[in-house]
């Protein structure tokens, strides 16, 4: 019998500066100083999740607001991806064969620097070149698969 389990998606922030990680479909909105943790817990047979880094945000009081990368819509709670340039730890929960998939992607640009990992599993994107992310769409196969029910660690500024 196949299980679906949920995932926790710990997010760190290493940078020397604040980021503001948005979360599609799970939201966000989470302002993280230098050295905090957002814990983001993420349902079983999510597909086509993604997390990003939004930087030089100001929201008022109500949570509309800008931000100068990842922008997504003037809101603090997002529900539709960011505005160029962005980072993207991209995933798709308990997808064929009970696999949770992991990727990053540059295919919108370079905005933070991070690592997605789990299930002894890394992948970092530290600069623009990325070897461990997509640049273009259909490029060679540059994910990694890990059992359903994984928990996931994303740092900015690895």
């Known amino acids: 019998m196949i299980s679906a389990q949920a995932a926790r998606f710990d997010i760190v922030n290493r940078c020397s500066y604040t980021v503001w990680p948005a979360a599609i479909p799970r939201g966000g909105g989470v302002r993280l100083d230098p ?3 957002w814990g983001l817990d993420v349902p079983a ?3 086509s999740g993604r997390v990003w880094g939004r930087t ?4 008022d009081s109500s949570g509309r607001g800008t931000c100068q990368t990842g922008d997504c819509g003037g809101v603090r709670g997002c529900t539709l991806s960011g505005q160029p340039p962005t980072t993207l730890a991209e995933f798709t929960l308990n997808g064929g064969f009970n696999l949770d998939y992991i990727n ?3 295919i919108d640009g370079f905005n933070v620097p ?4 789990g299930c002894n599993k890394v992948l970092n994107c530290r600069d623009s070149s990325c070897p461990d992310a ?4 259909g490029e060679n196969q540059k994910f990694a698969s890990c059992p359903g029910g994984t928990n996931y660690r994303i740092v900015f500024c690895p």
């Open 114 to 117: 991070m690592q997605f990992s």
């Open 35 to 37: 050295g905090q943790t």
């Open 45 to 47: 047979g999510t597909a």
């Open 104 to 106: 990053l992607s540059v």
């Open 56 to 59: 030089g945000c100001r929201f």
């Open 134 to 137: 997509y640049h273009t769409p």
